[in-house]
């Protein structure tokens, strides 16, 4: 698993190299970036079953979430190709997220939960002017999440049944504009941005609930903190 993620992020970034050595100034920073990322909003529930495997497609029907944010953090090598001007930034790095959802659902409450993990490739212009750095960031991502819903089984909530899913497909796209405190040692700053992301995941069955297919989906602001060091 290691290694397939290694010869993507280098087949990914190998455009981004060939920018850059193509200008005199060539450098980069190996940056760490950690936010507050847009939680779940939205669950698509098909294909339910009870646990006697009948169809139940009163079960299915879509859940309007309470987004909760959540963290991200990110870390990965982004090569420059500065010159007068308008620049070019990117390269691969390394995500890991967690976000919730939550909503009442037949009288009771539904908790979502779903951390994901992976690649992400960002390109965009830059802007040096002294010591202050401009960038404008479009990404896409792709990874694996494992997502998890509680469901209470009393109105109070003071029971709950789990359901838990095995790995499932991960994506996610957004743009984030970056301001910066450049130096020779690296650089520190902010990102503000857009981001969006989706999984499709199975959720076997339990005593008390069904088994089904479910369409996680969120979308909303990051902001986040970046510290970098030059290489």
Partial sequence: MRSTWLASALLLSAPILS???MDGDRSGDLRLTIGMAPGIREEKITD???PATVPDPANDGTVSMKSEAGLEAD?????RADGPGIGLVGGPSFFISSVRGKATRGGFEQKDKLLAYGLMVSFGP???AGFVRLEALPFVGIGAAHARTEVGLNA??????KNNSGEALYLDYGVRVGAYIDGQPGLIGV????QAFYT???FDHTVALDSYKATITGSGIFAG???GVSF
């Fill in 75 to 79: 870390i990965g090598p982004l090569w």
């Fill in 19 to 21: 920018c850059a050595a």
């Fill in 156 to 161: 109070a909530g003071a029971q709950t049944s």
């Fill in 126 to 128: 830059s802007l040096q």
């Fill in 191 to 194: 990102q503000l941005g857009y």
């Fill in 200 to 202: 499709k995941v199975e």
């Fill in 48 to 50: 339910s079953k009870d």
């Fill in 225 to 227: 903190l970046v510290a």
